[in-house]
Protein backbone atom coordinates (compact mmCIF):
# COMPACT_ATOMS: atom_id res chain seq x y z
CA UNK A 1 0.00 0.00 0.00
CA UNK A 2 1.28 3.28 -0.98
CA UNK A 3 2.02 5.65 1.65
CA UNK A 4 -0.70 8.40 1.29
CA UNK A 5 -3.20 5.31 1.00
CA UNK A 6 -2.08 4.22 4.63
CA UNK A 7 -2.32 7.87 5.66
CA UNK A 8 -5.50 7.79 4.49
CA UNK A 9 -6.63 4.75 5.54
CA UNK A 10 -5.59 5.91 9.23
CA UNK A 11 -7.15 9.11 9.35
CA UNK A 12 -11.06 7.22 8.57
CA UNK A 13 -9.98 5.02 11.99
CA UNK A 14 -11.37 8.48 13.17
CA UNK A 15 -13.26 10.59 10.64
CA UNK A 16 -16.16 8.65 8.83
CA UNK A 17 -17.03 9.92 5.64
CA UNK A 18 -15.71 13.59 4.69
CA UNK A 19 -13.38 12.46 1.59
CA UNK A 20 -12.70 15.72 0.20
CA UNK A 21 -11.95 17.00 3.85
CA UNK A 22 -9.08 14.20 4.31
CA UNK A 23 -8.12 14.68 0.55
CA UNK A 24 -7.87 18.34 0.73
CA UNK A 25 -5.97 18.36 3.77
CA UNK A 26 -3.49 16.03 2.42
CA UNK A 27 -3.41 17.69 -0.76
CA UNK A 28 -2.65 21.50 0.84
CA UNK A 29 -0.14 19.86 3.21
CA UNK A 30 1.67 18.56 0.60
CA UNK A 31 1.09 21.70 -1.80
CA UNK A 32 2.53 23.60 0.67
CA UNK A 33 -0.94 25.13 1.08
CA UNK A 34 -3.40 26.63 3.36
CA UNK A 35 -7.32 25.55 3.71
CA UNK A 36 -10.74 27.23 4.65
CA UNK A 37 -13.24 25.12 5.86
CA UNK A 38 -16.76 26.34 5.80
CA UNK A 39 -19.01 23.52 8.01
CA UNK A 40 -21.73 23.48 10.45
CA UNK A 41 -20.51 22.49 13.68
CA UNK A 42 -20.27 18.94 14.95
CA UNK A 43 -18.81 17.61 11.73
CA UNK A 44 -15.34 16.50 13.10
CA UNK A 45 -13.18 19.46 11.85
CA UNK A 46 -11.02 19.41 14.93
CA UNK A 47 -10.75 16.04 15.01
CA UNK A 48 -9.59 15.83 11.17
CA UNK A 49 -6.92 18.13 11.41
CA UNK A 50 -5.60 16.33 14.94
CA UNK A 51 -5.63 12.92 13.27
CA UNK A 52 -3.72 14.84 10.22
CA UNK A 53 -1.28 15.79 12.43
CA UNK A 54 -0.93 12.93 14.70
CA UNK A 55 -0.22 10.53 11.47
CA UNK A 56 2.32 12.95 9.91
CA UNK A 57 3.70 13.24 13.78
CA UNK A 58 3.63 16.96 13.38
CA UNK A 59 2.67 19.47 16.19
CA UNK A 60 -1.00 20.73 16.37
CA UNK A 61 -2.57 23.76 17.70
CA UNK A 62 -5.79 25.28 17.90
CA UNK A 63 -7.24 28.97 18.70
CA UNK A 64 -10.46 29.86 18.94
CA UNK A 65 -11.04 32.91 17.44
CA UNK A 66 -13.27 35.38 19.48
CA UNK A 67 -14.07 39.12 19.36
CA UNK A 68 -11.87 40.02 22.04
CA UNK A 69 -9.02 38.06 20.69
CA UNK A 70 -5.54 40.41 20.06
CA UNK A 71 -2.63 39.59 17.06
CA UNK A 72 -0.49 38.96 20.24
CA UNK A 73 -2.32 35.96 21.26
CA UNK A 74 -1.43 34.81 18.14
CA UNK A 75 1.79 35.50 17.10
CA UNK A 76 3.25 35.83 20.64
CA UNK A 77 4.87 39.11 22.46
CA UNK A 78 7.87 40.12 24.03
CA UNK A 79 7.65 39.79 27.67
CA UNK A 80 9.88 41.91 30.26
CA UNK A 81 12.37 39.31 32.32
CA UNK A 82 12.37 41.81 35.77
CA UNK A 83 15.29 39.65 36.84
CA UNK A 84 17.76 40.42 33.92
CA UNK A 85 16.12 43.57 32.90
CA UNK A 86 15.26 42.52 29.15
CA UNK A 87 12.47 41.44 26.91
CA UNK A 88 12.04 38.01 26.62
CA UNK A 89 10.36 36.66 23.30
CA UNK A 90 6.95 34.62 24.39
CA UNK A 91 6.09 32.44 21.05
CA UNK A 92 2.55 32.13 20.56
CA UNK A 93 0.48 28.99 19.08
CA UNK A 94 1.37 30.52 15.49
CA UNK A 95 4.38 28.98 16.12
CA UNK A 96 3.63 25.04 15.21
CA UNK A 97 2.70 22.58 12.33
CA UNK A 98 -0.62 22.96 11.80
CA UNK A 99 -3.03 25.22 13.22
CA UNK A 100 -6.61 25.47 13.62
CA UNK A 101 -8.07 29.02 13.47
CA UNK A 102 -11.61 27.81 14.68
CA UNK A 103 -14.29 30.29 13.81
CA UNK A 104 -11.60 32.79 11.83
CA UNK A 105 -14.47 35.36 10.83
CA UNK A 106 -15.56 35.76 14.77
CA UNK A 107 -12.07 37.96 14.95
CA UNK A 108 -11.85 41.40 13.68
CA UNK A 109 -9.47 42.44 10.63
CA UNK A 110 -6.49 42.87 13.28
CA UNK A 111 -6.27 39.30 14.20
CA UNK A 112 -7.19 37.89 11.11
CA UNK A 113 -4.15 39.72 9.53
CA UNK A 114 -1.91 38.48 12.04
CA UNK A 115 -2.18 35.00 10.15
CA UNK A 116 -1.25 36.76 6.61
CA UNK A 117 2.43 37.11 7.27
CA UNK A 118 2.48 33.66 8.14
CA UNK A 119 0.73 32.43 5.57
CA UNK A 120 2.05 34.62 2.60
CA UNK A 121 5.67 34.77 3.83
CA UNK A 122 6.21 31.75 6.18
CA UNK A 123 7.08 33.96 8.75
CA UNK A 124 6.48 35.97 11.87
CA UNK A 125 7.06 39.21 13.46
CA UNK A 126 7.33 40.22 16.80
CA UNK A 127 7.98 43.82 17.71
CA UNK A 128 11.70 44.02 15.97
CA UNK A 129 12.44 40.08 15.40
CA UNK A 130 11.38 38.15 12.24
CA UNK A 131 11.46 34.38 13.10
CA UNK A 132 11.32 32.09 10.49
CA UNK A 133 8.36 28.90 9.99
CA UNK A 134 9.74 25.42 10.22
CA UNK A 135 8.05 23.73 7.40
CA UNK A 136 5.81 22.45 7.08
CA UNK A 137 3.31 24.79 8.19
CA UNK A 138 -0.47 24.74 7.01
CA UNK A 139 -3.73 26.99 8.64
CA UNK A 140 -6.52 25.12 8.47
CA UNK A 141 -9.42 28.02 9.08
CA UNK A 142 -12.91 27.51 9.76
CA UNK A 143 -16.04 29.50 9.49
CA UNK A 144 -19.50 28.51 10.48
CA UNK A 145 -21.87 29.53 7.62
CA UNK A 146 -24.92 29.38 9.84
CA UNK A 147 -24.37 32.15 12.73
CA UNK A 148 -23.76 35.15 10.90
CA UNK A 149 -24.13 37.67 14.34
CA UNK A 150 -21.65 39.17 15.14
CA UNK A 151 -18.83 37.67 12.78
CA UNK A 152 -16.56 39.71 10.16
CA UNK A 153 -16.09 38.96 6.71
CA UNK A 154 -13.17 37.83 5.91
CA UNK A 155 -12.07 40.62 2.39
CA UNK A 156 -10.75 39.26 -0.57
CA UNK A 157 -7.40 39.31 0.21
CA UNK A 158 -7.28 37.34 3.14
CA UNK A 159 -9.43 34.51 1.21
CA UNK A 160 -6.65 34.73 -1.81
CA UNK A 161 -4.32 33.91 0.68
CA UNK A 162 -6.26 29.80 0.99
CA UNK A 163 -5.38 27.47 -1.27
CA UNK A 164 -8.37 25.38 -0.91
CA UNK A 165 -11.86 26.48 0.57
CA UNK A 166 -13.56 22.89 1.62
CA UNK A 167 -17.56 22.34 1.64
CA UNK A 168 -17.74 20.00 4.76
CA UNK A 169 -21.67 18.68 5.22
CA UNK A 170 -23.79 16.46 7.67
CA UNK A 171 -22.59 12.95 6.92
CA UNK A 172 -25.08 10.29 4.95
CA UNK A 173 -27.65 8.24 7.30
CA UNK A 174 -25.54 5.81 6.92
CA UNK A 175 -22.74 7.18 8.27
CA UNK A 176 -24.15 8.90 11.01
CA UNK A 177 -25.76 5.63 11.95
CA UNK A 178 -22.27 3.82 12.30
CA UNK A 179 -20.56 7.23 14.17
CA UNK A 180 -23.41 6.09 17.00
CA UNK A 181 -22.64 2.64 16.93
CA UNK A 182 -18.90 3.28 17.50
CA UNK A 183 -19.24 6.44 19.97
CA UNK A 184 -21.66 3.51 22.08
CA UNK A 185 -19.39 0.46 21.36
CA UNK A 186 -16.44 2.84 21.93
CA UNK A 187 -15.36 1.35 18.83
CA UNK A 188 -12.54 4.11 17.37
CA UNK A 189 -9.45 3.37 17.32
CA UNK A 190 -6.19 5.17 17.89
CA UNK A 191 -4.50 6.98 15.06
CA UNK A 192 -1.22 5.76 14.46
CA UNK A 193 2.24 8.05 13.53
CA UNK A 194 3.27 6.86 9.91
CA UNK A 195 5.38 9.35 8.40
CA UNK A 196 7.85 12.26 9.69
CA UNK A 197 8.47 15.26 8.33
CA UNK A 198 11.98 13.50 6.33
CA UNK A 199 8.84 11.59 4.59
CA UNK A 200 6.96 14.51 4.00
CA UNK A 201 9.61 16.39 1.84
CA UNK A 202 10.47 13.30 0.23
CA UNK A 203 6.81 12.88 -1.21
CA UNK A 204 6.97 16.76 -2.13
CA UNK A 205 10.34 15.69 -4.20
CA UNK A 206 8.43 12.79 -5.86
CA UNK A 207 4.85 15.00 -6.60
CA UNK A 208 7.33 17.85 -8.19
CA UNK A 209 8.22 14.89 -10.88
CA UNK A 210 5.06 14.50 -11.26
CA UNK A 211 4.64 15.53 -15.12
CA UNK A 212 2.01 17.94 -16.60
CA UNK A 213 1.75 18.92 -20.13
CA UNK A 214 1.79 22.46 -21.84
CA UNK A 215 -2.00 21.72 -23.11
CA UNK A 216 -2.75 21.49 -19.48
CA UNK A 217 -0.95 24.27 -18.18
CA UNK A 218 -2.88 25.98 -21.26
CA UNK A 219 -6.07 24.75 -19.77
CA UNK A 220 -5.96 25.58 -16.38
CA UNK A 221 -5.15 29.25 -17.84
CA UNK A 222 -8.40 29.27 -19.63
CA UNK A 223 -10.13 27.96 -16.78
CA UNK A 224 -9.12 30.89 -15.10
CA UNK A 225 -9.50 33.27 -17.58
CA UNK A 226 -13.37 31.92 -17.92
CA UNK A 227 -13.77 33.53 -14.52
CA UNK A 228 -12.64 36.78 -15.67
CA UNK A 229 -13.96 37.03 -19.34
CA UNK A 230 -16.90 34.88 -19.45
CA UNK A 231 -18.14 36.06 -22.44
CA UNK A 232 -15.08 35.19 -24.61
CA UNK A 233 -15.79 31.61 -23.72
CA UNK A 234 -19.75 31.40 -24.88
CA UNK A 235 -20.68 31.92 -21.36
CA UNK A 236 -23.08 35.01 -21.77
CA UNK A 237 -25.70 33.53 -19.05
CA UNK A 238 -23.21 33.67 -16.36
CA UNK A 239 -21.48 36.76 -16.62
CA UNK A 240 -24.11 38.82 -14.70
CA UNK A 241 -23.19 36.81 -11.85
CA UNK A 242 -19.49 37.03 -11.64
CA UNK A 243 -18.49 40.73 -10.39
CA UNK A 244 -14.46 39.54 -10.87
CA UNK A 245 -12.61 36.05 -10.99
CA UNK A 246 -9.95 34.37 -9.81
CA UNK A 247 -6.38 35.79 -9.34
CA UNK A 248 -3.18 34.66 -10.60
CA UNK A 249 -2.61 32.79 -7.53
CA UNK A 250 -5.76 30.72 -9.35
CA UNK A 251 -3.35 29.21 -11.60
CA UNK A 252 -0.73 28.72 -9.75
CA UNK A 253 -2.84 26.68 -6.93
CA UNK A 254 -4.97 24.84 -9.42
CA UNK A 255 -1.22 24.22 -10.92
CA UNK A 256 0.26 22.92 -7.65
CA UNK A 257 -2.62 20.95 -6.88
CA UNK A 258 -3.43 18.94 -9.82
CA UNK A 259 0.12 17.32 -9.68
CA UNK A 260 -0.35 16.63 -6.14
CA UNK A 261 -3.59 15.27 -6.41
CA UNK A 262 -2.23 13.32 -9.64
CA UNK A 263 0.21 11.82 -6.93
CA UNK A 264 -2.83 10.91 -4.54
CA UNK A 265 -4.64 8.99 -7.45
CA UNK A 266 -1.56 7.15 -8.16
CA UNK A 267 -0.54 8.49 -11.53
CA UNK A 268 2.30 9.90 -12.85
CA UNK A 269 1.14 12.26 -14.99
CA UNK A 270 -1.66 15.25 -14.92
CA UNK A 271 -4.91 14.61 -16.68
CA UNK A 272 -7.97 17.07 -16.92
CA UNK A 273 -10.10 14.91 -14.40
CA UNK A 274 -7.47 16.16 -12.35
CA UNK A 275 -7.81 19.58 -13.04
CA UNK A 276 -11.22 19.58 -12.77
CA UNK A 277 -11.97 17.90 -9.53
CA UNK A 278 -9.32 20.62 -8.01
CA UNK A 279 -11.01 23.27 -9.61
CA UNK A 280 -13.43 23.99 -7.14
CA UNK A 281 -11.45 23.26 -4.23
CA UNK A 282 -9.14 26.49 -5.66
CA UNK A 283 -11.97 28.82 -7.58
CA UNK A 284 -15.23 28.33 -5.65
CA UNK A 285 -13.33 31.63 -3.03
CA UNK A 286 -11.85 32.95 -5.60
CA UNK A 287 -14.80 34.00 -7.74
CA UNK A 288 -16.81 37.43 -6.30
CA UNK A 289 -20.37 36.91 -7.30
CA UNK A 290 -22.72 39.97 -8.48
CA UNK A 291 -26.20 40.52 -6.14
CA UNK A 292 -28.34 38.92 -9.04
CA UNK A 293 -26.46 35.71 -8.37
CA UNK A 294 -27.59 36.09 -4.85
CA UNK A 295 -31.66 37.25 -5.99
CA UNK A 296 -31.09 33.66 -8.67
CA UNK A 297 -29.49 31.51 -5.85
CA UNK A 298 -26.23 30.85 -7.46
CA UNK A 299 -23.65 29.77 -6.00
CA UNK A 300 -19.84 29.79 -6.80
CA UNK A 301 -19.99 26.08 -7.73
CA UNK A 302 -22.43 26.28 -10.19
CA UNK A 303 -20.48 29.04 -11.97
CA UNK A 304 -16.75 26.70 -11.69
CA UNK A 305 -19.62 23.59 -13.27
CA UNK A 306 -20.93 25.68 -16.42
CA UNK A 307 -17.31 27.00 -17.09
CA UNK A 308 -15.95 23.17 -17.19
CA UNK A 309 -18.46 22.33 -19.11
CA UNK A 310 -17.64 25.40 -21.66
CA UNK A 311 -14.30 25.04 -21.84
CA UNK A 312 -12.69 23.08 -24.28
CA UNK A 313 -10.80 20.13 -22.93
CA UNK A 314 -7.36 19.31 -24.33
Given at each position: MRIVEKIKEEIQKVI??????????????????HILVQGVPGVAKTTA???????MNLQFKRVQFTPDLLPSDITGNEILDIKNNEFKL????????????????????KVQSALLEAMAENQVTIGEHTIKLEKPFMVLATSNPV?????????????????????????TIDEEFDIINRVVKKDFEEVSAIINKSDIETIKNEIANIHIDDELIKYITKLIFATREPHNYGLDDIAKYIEFGASPRGSINLFKTSKT?????????????????????????????????????????????????????P
Open positions: IGHDELIEGMIVALLSDGVKSLANVKKGPIFTSLLLADEINRAGAEQDGTYELPEASLDRFMLKLKVQYNYAYLQNSQFVTPYHITKMAYMVLRHRIRLSYEATIDEIDTDDIIKKIIKAVPT
